[in-house]
Protein backbone atom coordinates (compact mmCIF):
# COMPACT_ATOMS: atom_id res chain seq x y z
CA UNK A 1 0.00 0.00 0.00
CA UNK A 2 2.72 2.35 1.10
CA UNK A 3 4.21 2.40 -3.02
CA UNK A 4 1.02 3.92 -3.80
CA UNK A 5 1.72 6.87 -1.54
CA UNK A 6 3.93 8.84 -3.86
CA UNK A 7 1.34 8.55 -6.70
CA UNK A 8 -1.57 9.95 -4.58
CA UNK A 9 0.93 12.81 -4.19
CA UNK A 10 1.38 13.49 -7.91
CA UNK A 11 -2.71 12.67 -8.48
CA UNK A 12 -3.19 15.23 -5.83
CA UNK A 13 -0.20 17.47 -8.26
CA UNK A 14 -2.69 16.94 -11.28
CA UNK A 15 -5.95 17.84 -9.26
CA UNK A 16 -5.02 21.28 -8.54
CA UNK A 17 -3.52 21.54 -11.74
CA UNK A 18 -6.91 21.28 -12.57
CA UNK A 19 -8.84 23.61 -10.33
CA UNK A 20 -6.30 26.14 -11.82
CA UNK A 21 -7.91 25.57 -15.24
CA UNK A 22 -11.25 25.69 -13.72
CA UNK A 23 -10.90 29.28 -11.68
CA UNK A 24 -9.28 30.75 -15.12
CA UNK A 25 -12.07 30.06 -16.68
CA UNK A 26 -14.28 31.38 -14.60
CA UNK A 27 -12.51 34.14 -13.66
CA UNK A 28 -15.49 36.95 -14.11
CA UNK A 29 -13.44 38.97 -16.16
CA UNK A 30 -15.61 42.01 -17.14
CA UNK A 31 -15.21 44.71 -20.02
CA UNK A 32 -16.66 47.96 -19.77
CA UNK A 33 -16.79 51.23 -21.69
CA UNK A 34 -16.18 54.96 -20.55
CA UNK A 35 -18.33 57.70 -21.91
CA UNK A 36 -15.59 58.20 -24.38
CA UNK A 37 -15.59 54.96 -25.47
CA UNK A 38 -12.41 53.78 -24.47
CA UNK A 39 -12.16 50.24 -23.29
CA UNK A 40 -11.68 49.44 -19.87
CA UNK A 41 -11.02 45.97 -18.77
CA UNK A 42 -11.74 45.09 -14.58
CA UNK A 43 -10.17 42.11 -13.78
CA UNK A 44 -11.76 40.33 -10.76
CA UNK A 45 -9.09 38.61 -8.48
CA UNK A 46 -11.14 35.16 -8.61
CA UNK A 47 -8.06 34.61 -11.46
CA UNK A 48 -5.10 34.97 -8.64
CA UNK A 49 -6.83 31.43 -7.74
CA UNK A 50 -5.04 29.65 -10.39
CA UNK A 51 -1.38 31.49 -9.30
CA UNK A 52 -2.22 29.77 -6.10
CA UNK A 53 -3.38 26.00 -7.62
CA UNK A 54 -0.20 25.94 -9.62
CA UNK A 55 1.87 26.87 -6.67
CA UNK A 56 -0.02 23.94 -4.65
CA UNK A 57 1.05 21.65 -7.89
CA UNK A 58 4.61 22.93 -7.68
CA UNK A 59 4.68 21.85 -3.96
CA UNK A 60 3.25 18.59 -4.40
CA UNK A 61 5.79 18.12 -7.47
CA UNK A 62 8.46 18.55 -5.12
CA UNK A 63 7.42 16.46 -2.38
CA UNK A 64 5.97 13.67 -4.13
CA UNK A 65 9.94 12.63 -5.44
CA UNK A 66 10.70 13.40 -1.22
CA UNK A 67 7.77 10.91 -0.27
CA UNK A 68 8.74 8.15 -3.24
CA UNK A 69 12.36 8.41 -1.65
CA UNK A 70 11.33 7.73 2.27
CA UNK A 71 9.10 5.26 1.27
CA UNK A 72 11.22 3.50 -1.30
CA UNK A 73 8.38 3.71 -3.79
CA UNK A 74 10.39 4.85 -6.76
CA UNK A 75 8.81 3.18 -10.00
CA UNK A 76 8.69 3.58 -13.79
CA UNK A 77 4.44 4.20 -13.49
CA UNK A 78 5.04 7.22 -10.57
CA UNK A 79 7.42 8.31 -13.52
CA UNK A 80 4.85 8.40 -15.68
CA UNK A 81 2.31 9.97 -14.05
CA UNK A 82 4.30 12.53 -12.63
CA UNK A 83 5.08 13.87 -16.47
CA UNK A 84 1.12 13.67 -17.24
CA UNK A 85 0.05 15.65 -14.21
CA UNK A 86 2.66 18.31 -14.95
CA UNK A 87 1.23 18.60 -18.42
CA UNK A 88 -1.68 19.21 -17.01
CA UNK A 89 -0.13 21.52 -13.74
CA UNK A 90 2.70 23.08 -15.40
CA UNK A 91 1.37 23.08 -19.37
CA UNK A 92 -2.35 23.62 -20.09
CA UNK A 93 -3.42 25.85 -16.76
CA UNK A 94 -0.24 28.20 -17.35
CA UNK A 95 -1.37 27.79 -21.30
CA UNK A 96 -4.94 28.83 -19.84
CA UNK A 97 -3.38 32.43 -18.03
CA UNK A 98 -1.99 33.41 -21.29
CA UNK A 99 -5.01 32.47 -23.36
CA UNK A 100 -6.71 34.94 -20.76
CA UNK A 101 -4.64 37.58 -20.76
CA UNK A 102 -4.00 37.63 -24.74
CA UNK A 103 -8.24 37.74 -24.63
CA UNK A 104 -7.91 40.95 -22.27
CA UNK A 105 -5.28 42.11 -25.13
CA UNK A 106 -6.81 42.37 -27.84
CA UNK A 107 -10.23 43.36 -26.25
CA UNK A 108 -8.95 46.51 -25.92
CA UNK A 109 -7.72 47.24 -29.22
CA UNK A 110 -10.38 48.80 -31.73
CA UNK A 111 -12.80 46.04 -32.39
CA UNK A 112 -10.74 43.46 -30.41
CA UNK A 113 -13.97 42.12 -29.16
CA UNK A 114 -14.46 40.98 -32.77
CA UNK A 115 -11.16 39.58 -33.33
CA UNK A 116 -10.97 35.76 -34.46
CA UNK A 117 -10.03 33.18 -31.61
CA UNK A 118 -6.97 32.59 -34.29
CA UNK A 119 -5.36 35.81 -32.46
CA UNK A 120 -5.66 33.14 -28.70
CA UNK A 121 -4.70 30.11 -29.80
CA UNK A 122 -0.70 30.55 -29.94
CA UNK A 123 -1.08 30.13 -25.96
CA UNK A 124 -1.43 26.22 -25.91
CA UNK A 125 2.05 25.84 -27.90
CA UNK A 126 2.69 26.69 -24.55
CA UNK A 127 1.19 23.60 -23.43
CA UNK A 128 2.35 21.67 -26.57
CA UNK A 129 6.10 22.37 -25.73
CA UNK A 130 5.24 21.56 -22.39
CA UNK A 131 4.13 17.82 -23.60
CA UNK A 132 6.98 17.56 -25.78
CA UNK A 133 9.61 18.37 -23.02
CA UNK A 134 7.85 16.31 -20.63
CA UNK A 135 7.67 12.81 -23.14
CA UNK A 136 11.88 13.64 -24.59
CA UNK A 137 12.40 13.55 -20.42
CA UNK A 138 10.77 10.39 -19.71
CA UNK A 139 12.96 8.69 -22.58
CA UNK A 140 16.60 10.38 -21.26
CA UNK A 141 17.83 8.61 -18.17
CA UNK A 142 20.86 11.67 -17.88
CA UNK A 143 18.73 13.57 -16.37
CA UNK A 144 19.00 13.16 -13.05
CA UNK A 145 21.75 16.07 -11.57
CA UNK A 146 20.47 18.08 -14.12
CA UNK A 147 18.05 18.97 -17.23
CA UNK A 148 18.01 19.36 -20.70
CA UNK A 149 16.00 22.10 -21.36
CA UNK A 150 14.22 23.98 -19.09
CA UNK A 151 11.89 21.94 -16.22
CA UNK A 152 8.25 22.53 -16.73
CA UNK A 153 7.54 23.58 -13.01
CA UNK A 154 9.84 26.61 -14.03
CA UNK A 155 8.37 27.47 -16.69
CA UNK A 156 4.10 26.93 -15.20
CA UNK A 157 5.32 29.21 -11.56
CA UNK A 158 6.66 32.04 -14.40
CA UNK A 159 3.36 32.31 -15.85
CA UNK A 160 1.46 31.67 -12.65
CA UNK A 161 3.31 35.05 -11.23
CA UNK A 162 1.68 37.42 -13.99
CA UNK A 163 -1.85 37.55 -12.17
CA UNK A 164 0.21 38.24 -8.91
CA UNK A 165 2.21 40.59 -10.45
CA UNK A 166 -0.92 42.57 -12.08
CA UNK A 167 -2.54 43.00 -8.67
CA UNK A 168 0.38 43.50 -6.51
CA UNK A 169 2.79 45.35 -8.42
CA UNK A 170 1.23 49.22 -8.67
CA UNK A 171 2.84 50.13 -12.00
CA UNK A 172 1.50 50.94 -15.29
CA UNK A 173 4.73 49.75 -16.99
CA UNK A 174 4.24 46.86 -15.54
CA UNK A 175 0.18 46.27 -16.61
CA UNK A 176 1.06 48.01 -19.99
CA UNK A 177 3.99 44.93 -20.65
CA UNK A 178 1.87 42.42 -19.73
CA UNK A 179 -1.52 43.62 -21.40
CA UNK A 180 0.97 43.72 -24.82
CA UNK A 181 -0.23 41.11 -26.76
CA UNK A 182 3.28 40.72 -28.80
CA UNK A 183 5.25 41.09 -25.12
CA UNK A 184 3.19 37.74 -24.14
CA UNK A 185 3.74 36.16 -27.75
CA UNK A 186 7.08 36.36 -27.14
CA UNK A 187 7.35 35.23 -24.01
CA UNK A 188 5.42 32.40 -25.59
CA UNK A 189 8.07 31.54 -28.32
CA UNK A 190 10.54 32.22 -25.77
CA UNK A 191 9.48 29.96 -23.02
CA UNK A 192 8.57 27.32 -25.48
CA UNK A 193 11.68 27.19 -27.28
CA UNK A 194 13.24 27.00 -23.43
CA UNK A 195 11.52 23.90 -22.81
CA UNK A 196 12.32 21.72 -26.51
CA UNK A 197 15.89 22.70 -26.40
CA UNK A 198 18.91 21.04 -25.19
CA UNK A 199 20.39 23.81 -23.58
CA UNK A 200 21.81 22.56 -19.88
CA UNK A 201 19.64 23.33 -16.67
CA UNK A 202 21.06 22.80 -13.52
CA UNK A 203 18.59 20.58 -11.05
CA UNK A 204 17.80 22.16 -8.00
CA UNK A 205 19.18 19.08 -5.90
CA UNK A 206 21.80 18.97 -3.20
CA UNK A 207 24.88 16.04 -3.98
CA UNK A 208 26.12 16.71 -0.80
CA UNK A 209 26.32 19.62 1.48
CA UNK A 210 29.75 21.43 0.04
CA UNK A 211 29.92 25.15 -0.84
CA UNK A 212 31.89 24.39 -3.44
CA UNK A 213 29.97 21.89 -5.49
CA UNK A 214 26.46 23.80 -4.28
CA UNK A 215 27.57 27.59 -4.96
CA UNK A 216 25.16 27.96 -8.25
CA UNK A 217 22.32 27.15 -5.84
CA UNK A 218 23.12 29.04 -2.99
CA UNK A 219 23.71 32.08 -5.16
CA UNK A 220 20.34 31.45 -6.50
CA UNK A 221 18.90 30.82 -2.72
CA UNK A 222 20.19 34.21 -2.19
CA UNK A 223 18.73 36.08 -4.95
CA UNK A 224 15.86 34.49 -4.43
CA UNK A 225 15.21 35.65 -0.94
CA UNK A 226 17.22 39.65 -1.67
CA UNK A 227 14.34 39.92 -4.64
CA UNK A 228 11.52 38.34 -3.01
CA UNK A 229 12.43 41.56 0.13
CA UNK A 230 12.50 44.40 -2.23
CA UNK A 231 10.50 42.95 -5.65
CA UNK A 232 7.86 41.09 -4.25
CA UNK A 233 6.65 38.79 -7.30
CA UNK A 234 8.54 40.40 -9.72
CA UNK A 235 11.13 38.10 -8.32
CA UNK A 236 9.66 35.80 -9.87
CA UNK A 237 10.95 36.50 -13.23
CA UNK A 238 14.38 37.83 -11.65
CA UNK A 239 14.94 34.11 -10.35
CA UNK A 240 13.83 32.51 -13.33
CA UNK A 241 16.43 34.63 -15.06
CA UNK A 242 19.26 34.63 -12.81
CA UNK A 243 18.39 30.02 -13.01
CA UNK A 244 18.95 30.49 -16.57
CA UNK A 245 22.02 32.35 -16.33
CA UNK A 246 23.63 30.81 -13.22
CA UNK A 247 22.96 27.19 -15.32
CA UNK A 248 24.79 28.30 -18.51
CA UNK A 249 27.75 29.46 -16.33
CA UNK A 250 27.72 26.21 -14.52
CA UNK A 251 28.33 24.55 -18.04
CA UNK A 252 30.75 26.86 -18.91
CA UNK A 253 32.87 26.17 -16.16
CA UNK A 254 32.39 22.12 -16.35
CA UNK A 255 33.19 22.50 -20.09
Known amino acids: MTRHIPNLFTLLNLVFGCLAIVVTLQNGIVIQYAADGM ?21 VDFLDGFVARLFKASSEM ?9 VVSFGVAPAMILFQFLRMSIAQEEDGLNATIIWLLPAFILAAAAAWRLAKFNLDDSQSFGFKGMPTPAVGLLIASLPLIYWNIHSQIMVDIIFNKWFLYGLIVFLS ?19 KNNLPKIILLVIAIVAALFLHWL ?11 LSLLLKQKQS
Open 39 to 59: QLIDIPEKIWMASLFIGLAAL
Open 78 to 86: GKQLDSLAD
Open 193 to 211: WLMVSNLPMMALKFKDFSI
Open 235 to 245: AVPIVFIAYII
